[in-house]
């Protein structure tokens, strides 16, 4: 995986009224490539979330736990990070930067980024944000890339 931001998942009309969007922020750690922070947009709130268990709220540092706006809530469970999105999106983050999504099975198909449409079929995961399928991982992480984090 390369230094850079990318769209994990999201959902894929922004205008669904549980629409969110996840990114990973990959660093360098020990010369390798590491996923060193999340960046959550969801409604009106912009939730970062670092390995070391730093988390900030619409810019503003904030500490763990975190309910935000009623519809999500930040805690920490068995040394990782969680974000909850009300009945949709649970997020973690573990300090060694791996990362878990979870989505019900009702989102399925309708989401899109660089791990796919979480309907259990491989095959149809490597697209880009145009929808069209490419040749394999690495075009598709460069087609993920968030144009609005990435120089």
Known sequence: ???????????CNPGHPQWFR???????????PVVVA???F??????TIKRDKKIWVNGVPASIPAEISGQLTVYESE?????SQKSAVL?????????TVTVPKEMSKLLCGLCGNYD??????????????????AAAMKAWRAPDFTH
Do not use: K, Q
Not at 42 to 47: E, K, M, R, V
């Open 38 to 40: 999340l960046h959550f």
């Open 79 to 83: 040394n990782t990070v969680w974000l």
């Open 120 to 137: 259990a079929d491989a095959a149809n995961d490597l697209r880009g944000p145009d929808g069209g399928l490419v040749a394999n991982m």
């Open 1 to 11: 995986m390369a230094i850079g931001n990318y769209v994990v998942t999201s959902l």
């Open 91 to 99: 997020i973690g983050l573990s300090p060694a930067g791996e990362v």
């Open 42 to 47: 969801g409604g009106s709130s912009f939730i």
């Open 22 to 32: 996840l990114l990973v922020d990959v660093g360098e750690v020990e010369d390798r």
